[in-house]
T-cell receptor, first 107, second 113 residues
Framework: SQQGEEDPQALSIQEGENATMNCSYK?????LQWYRQNSGRGLVHLIL?????REKHSGRLRVTLDTSKKSSSLLITASRAADTASYFC???????FGAGTRLTVKP | DGGITQSPKYLFRKEGQNVTLSCEQN?????MYWYRQDPGQGLRLIYY???????QKGDIAEGYSVSREKKESFPLTVTSAQKNPTAFYLC????????????FGPGTRLTVL
């Protein structure tokens, strides 16, 4: 079974708007991490949230974790065209990635 | 510059041939990983190694082999036994624990003709 499933699969917004992506997983975790991937490139680590944390911030990013619902969300505020990419969540230690959310930010 | 490199960026091979993908890191990381990514999908773990001369199978190890003779290097061989080898292959490294942040290379796109 696939863990770390994101929704929506694709999201298109205007520059300046906020973007919210969700991730669900199936088994217990030590931490959950969000990554960004530009087309045809490697992944860039964005943020890590541990199983005993509920919310974390980094710049324009806000991540929440609800272990009772086995879900996480990534919020990007005041989006920019440069935020256009695919975003993946991954659960650890089992290193399971979701299929990702493809975000398009229109200028 | 510290980082993780993969070569080549694009690789073409004929069906039935083995091919080896290179992954090198100078981050002094103990752990290294190989993932496969198919179009529109997430990453799936092929193999990982937490220490030199030791490695473990991931979720989709069949048809692949690895070696870890040096801390800096973790080459992946895609054998002729791999039924659908055409994919984007990503290498990553981390400090050592399986819960640590992973740092990814730029990837190798393998096309088998």
């Amino acid at each position: 079974s696939q863990q770390g499933e994101e929704d929506p699969q694709a999201l298109s917004i205007q520059e300046g708007e906020n973007a919210t992506m969700n991730c669900s997983y199936k088994t217990s975790i030590n931490n959950l991490q969000w990554y960004r991937q530009n087309s045809g490139r490697g992944l860039v680590h964005l943020i890590l949230i541990r199983s005993n944390e509920r919310e974390k911030h980094s710049g324009r990013l806000r991540v929440t974790l609800d272990t009772s619902k086995k879900s996480s969300s990534l919020l990007i505020t005041a989006s920019r065209a440069a935020d256009t990419a695919s975003y993946f969540c991954a659960t650890y230690p089992n290193m399971r990635f979701g299929a990702g959310t493809r975000l398009t930010v229109k200028p | 510059d510290g980082g993780i490199t993969q070569s080549p960026k694009y690789l073409f091979r004929k069906e039935g041939q083995n091919v080896t993908l290179s992954c090198e890191q100078n981050l002094n990381h103990d752990a290294m990983y190989w993932y496969r990514q198919d179009p529109g999908q997430g990453l799936r773990l092929i193999y990982y190694s937490q220490i030199v001369n030791d490695f473990q199978k991931g979720d989709i190890a069949e048809g692949y082999s690895v070696s870890r003779e040096k801390k800096e290097s973790f080459p992946l061989t895609v054998t002729s036994a791999q039924k659908n080898p055409t994919a984007f292959y990503l290498c990553a490294s981390s400090m050592g624990k399986l819960t640590d942040t992973q740092y990814f290379g730029p990837g190798t796109r393998l096309t088998v003709l």
